[in-house]
T-cell receptor, first 116, second 110 residues
Framework: ETGVTQTPRHLVMGMTNKKSLKCEQH?????MYWYKQSAKKPLELMFV???????ENNSVPSRFSPECPNSSHLFLHLHTLQPEDSALYLC???????????????FGPGTRLLVL | RKEVEQDPGPFNVPEGATVAFNCTYS??????FFWYRQDCRKEPKLLMS???SGNEDGRFTAQLNRASQYISLLIRDSKLSDSATYLC???????????FGTGTQLKVEL
């Protein structure tokens, strides 16, 4: 399935590096999301964009900086990360925001990030 | 208390067995519920939505009990390919947030 794609799939970075994660959705959806999934923890919602406007920022440290240039693309810029930021970063999209009724989110394959 | 709580498992069952997972939620205003399946090192994928009246999709049956604030997933005739982590998801009241449980791991064995 290629509805939501993410690159890179794997990333190893040092604490002083700057990198960006990219997400693209081909579903014509209006909302896009960044989630963090750490081992043995539930998915944590980081950011939500609806029609290219940020509508949620769930107390995420400023070392994570999202960007949504258009409704199909979403970036997560990373700088001066910590080892505890190592996790799977999942992008998702949904037709609308807020998700209505049984509207669901479709996830990308994720970027597995390791911070050394 | 976690907003959405699941037994992490793992549940180890033989092929052909019937297995059930429960999930409890704390926000009584939660509107809708879903089960997602997540294979190892893959993204979550929607398995099924959960309707108030209960719903069935092949070998999978989902139930919602609003009075007790739990949902369940029943898998009949387990297959090896059912081995995965099953995530319980609640759409919060106001409809603006999906809250995920930590997932229940299922291992189906020969």
């Amino acid at each position: 399935e290629t509805g939501v794609t993410q690159t890179p799939r794997h990333l190893v970075m040092g604490m002083t590096n700057k990198k960006s994660l990219k997400c693209e959705q081909h579903l014509g959806h209006n909302a896009m999301y960044w989630y963090k999934q750490s081992a043995k923890k539930p998915l944590e919602l980081m950011f939500v964009y609806s029609l290219e406007e940020r509508v949620e920022n769930n107390s995420v440290p400023s070392r994570f900086s999202p960007e949504c240039p258009n409704s199909s693309h979403l970036f997560l810029h990373l700088h001066t990360l910590q080892p505890e930021d190592s996790a799977l970063y999942l992008c998702a999209s949904s037709q609308d925001y807020p998700p209505r009724g049984l509207t669901t989110q479709y996830f990308g394959p994720g970027t597995r990030l390791l911070v050394l | 208390r976690k907003e959405v709580e699941q037994d992490p498992g793992p549940f180890n069952v033989p092929e052909g067995a019937t297995v059930a997972f429960n999930c409890t939620y704390s926000n009584s205003a939660s509107q809708s519920f879903f089960w997602y399946r997540q294979d190892c090192r893959k993204e979550p994928k929607l398995l099924m939505s959960v309707y108030s009246s209960g719903n069935e999709d092949g070998r999978f049956t989902a139930q919602l009990n609003r009075a007790s604030q739990y949902i369940s997933l029943l898998i009949r005739d387990s297959k090896l390919s059912d081995s995965a982590t099953y995530l319980c998801v609640a759409l919060q009241g106001g409809g603006n947030k999906l809250t995920f449980g930590t997932g229940t791991q299922l291992k189906v064995e020969l």
